[in-house]
Nanobody, 119 residues
């Protein structure tokens, strides 16, 4: 079991930056794949960025070149650096931890943090 707490959301103007953080309750998250998802009003939740336990990164096409995901296993944190923000980035952002056990996957979610990009 792992609990996740996101922080760092807020209101920012187009072109601005925000840094989201996700703190995990476990002393080490090294075995977990860590992701950031977002959900805009009236839309499905979508994967924004992912970082594997080995450090491999993947991004949604819509955020490539603007967002960077990183992890600090020693501090049990995952961050999402968001630059050049656009109004369409407005959403609730969720931290997700995945633990793969054989053919099973265990998912853990944070409560979400609101990001609003508006002038």
């Amino acid at each position: 079991q792992v609990q996740l707490v996101e922080s760092g959301g807020g209101l920012v103007q187009p072109g601005g930056s925000l840094r989201l953080s996700c703190a995990a309750s476990r002393s080490s998250i090294s075995i977990y794949a860590m992701d950031w998802y977002r959900q805009a009003p009236g839309k499905q939740r979508e994967l924004v960025a992912a970082i594997s336990s080995g450090g491999s990164r993947n991004y949604a096409d819509s955020v490539k070149g603007r967002f960077t995901i990183s992890r600090d296993n020693a501090k049990s944190t995952v961050t999402l650096q968001m630059n050049s923000l656009k109004p369409e980035d407005t959403a609730v952002y969720y931290c997700n931890a995945k633990l793969y056990i054989g053919a099973d996957t265990r998912d853990y979610w944070g409560q979400g943090t609101q990001v609003t990009v508006s002038s």
